[in-house]
């Protein structure tokens, strides 16, 4: 699969001694995205053996403690290695405010460029996007503001049939157009067309991230058809009226989103104490 | 021992999978206490067993991350647990600054007063008492304002020796004087000296935690002659000019001044990736 999700913390606001708050590893074809950084995410990382250097970007949902408690620690500890590359870090624009203000505190000045991108209120659309994925984000409804993500990998360019390039005697210079599927044209003129070279890619796959939200098919647009969704639901149904008063979900309700959005695969998290 | 220790992280910076940073919890007769309290803390006192509700007072030494990233999301969980019962916090007074921002935009109101208690810079003295323990503070170098603290048992009274009350029919309420160091009357004017009814009660403990600090004998006076000494020694002497470069100590300068207070015993903290 080209991306895979790496669930690091998905208890709910209270942490326990080995269940983490919020934090997941989005892995698009080797290229590392991280969702939520509730407090371990880093202790997280190293055990699960994840770089945390390859971090490329970061998506903050909301101010909620157990869904960013980590991240300074996380950025600090980036900067203490010695990171050199940049990292984007998206998330409401108070997280910079905070940010700033422990490290100005610190007397830290980052050796790295954080390129901060600040989520406005009820926006949507896309936020990023490098050569392997395309992330944009949507509202959610919580008691702060609030933002899921969506992570689209990017459309793969189509697969060679080397023994059709060796039949043509194709020059290796013509490969990558052929790749993105055009025909080639031989010597005296016939056109061979590309899907006599080339066969379809593996489909692009989607992840979407619901975090903490209160049952709204607003979301639908934006989740629709995801190969994965994880959706936050910290209530069953018989603590439904609870749910709704916190701007939480039960477990249900979001089943229901996800057979609404013809949503491939559907994760419920976090695990409350209950 | 009145006064025992747990050491719930003392790693540098940095931290690993199993390895913490710094965070002490002080047991004074049962009563506890926080010093430092770096990310993850709060699962590490799970792990340990530790109560988080229990604890009475924490003490903050600076302003780096590895000894106060915890901090935000422990008092998060003693709120969200439902604490009643206030809490002491003391640190350097940006620490109420970026706790208040935190709260702020996590529209969290705490359920529990949170008594800050600033600590100025270069200030020494008692900073807490309560029935078990006073605490006091002292300066140290560091490359931002930095504090020590001293935990000294209150101490105990004498010890009643139950044969001897017996013999001279002493009435219960004359107990709590005599314990205090009263002597004792008989009916006929006979004074009975309260060391034929008492014993020494056990020494009062103590305990002092040196942050991350260079070398610097001006601590001498307030670690004198405790029973215990953490401190906190990044480097080996291999290391002095970086440990001198970075107000950091090495174990040979910390054992040193361990000898020149008299000090009991010394433990030597964090441990760094060296």
New interface residues.
């Given amino acids: 699969m080209a991306i895979s999700v790496t669930i690091l913390g998905s208890n709910s606001?209270?942490?326990?001694?080995n269940r983490?708050p919020t934090a997941q590893v989005i892995n698009v074809n080797q290229s590392y995205y991280l969702v939520d950084c509730g407090?371990?995410t880093?202790?997280?990382m190293?055990?699960y053996g994840i770089k945390i250097q390859r971090i490329k970007a970061i998506f903050i949902t909301h101010?909620?403690?157990?869904h960013y408690?980590?991240l300074?620690?996380l950025l600090?500890?980036m900067h203490?290695?010695g990171r050199q590359s940049s990292l984007e870090l998206h998330g409401?624009s108070?997280?910079l405010?905070?940010l700033e203000?422990?490290f100005k505190?610190?007397?830290?000045r980052l050796q790295f460029d954080l390129n901060f991108r600040s989520i406005e209120e009820n926006s949507a659309g896309k936020i990023y996007e490098d050569g392997q994925v395309a992330v944009s984000n949507f509202p959610l409804k919580h008691?702060?503001k609030c933002s899921g993500f969506r992570f689209d990998e990017l459309p793969k360019m189509r697969k060679i049939k080397k023994s059709a390039l060796d039949a043509y005697q194709v020059p290796i210079e013509k490969i990558k157009n052929i790749k993105e599927g055009a025909d080639f044209e031989l010597s005296d003129g016939t056109i061979v067309r590309n899907e006599v070279l080339t066969s379809d890619p593996l489909p692009a796959k989607s992840f979407a991230f619901c975090s903490d939200t209160k049952y709204t098919e607003s979301i639908l647009p934006y989740i629709n058809k995801v190969d994965l969704l994880y959706h936050e639901a910290t209530f069953t149904e018989e603590f439904k009226e609870r749910a709704t008063k916190n701007l939480n979900s039960t477990a249900k309700q979001a089943a229901t989103l996800a057979e609404k959005a013809e949503v491939g695969q559907l994760i419920i998290g976090p695990h409350s104490a209950r």
Avoid: Y
Avoid at 13 to 17: L, M, R, S, V, Y
Avoid at 105 to 108: E, K, S
């Fill in positions: 606001a209270i942490p326990t001694a983490f407090e371990g880093q202790m997280q190293r055990k101010l909620h403690g157990d408690f980590g300074i620690g600090n500890t203490l290695l409401p108070e997280l405010e905070i203000l422990m505190h610190a007397d830290t008691r702060i």
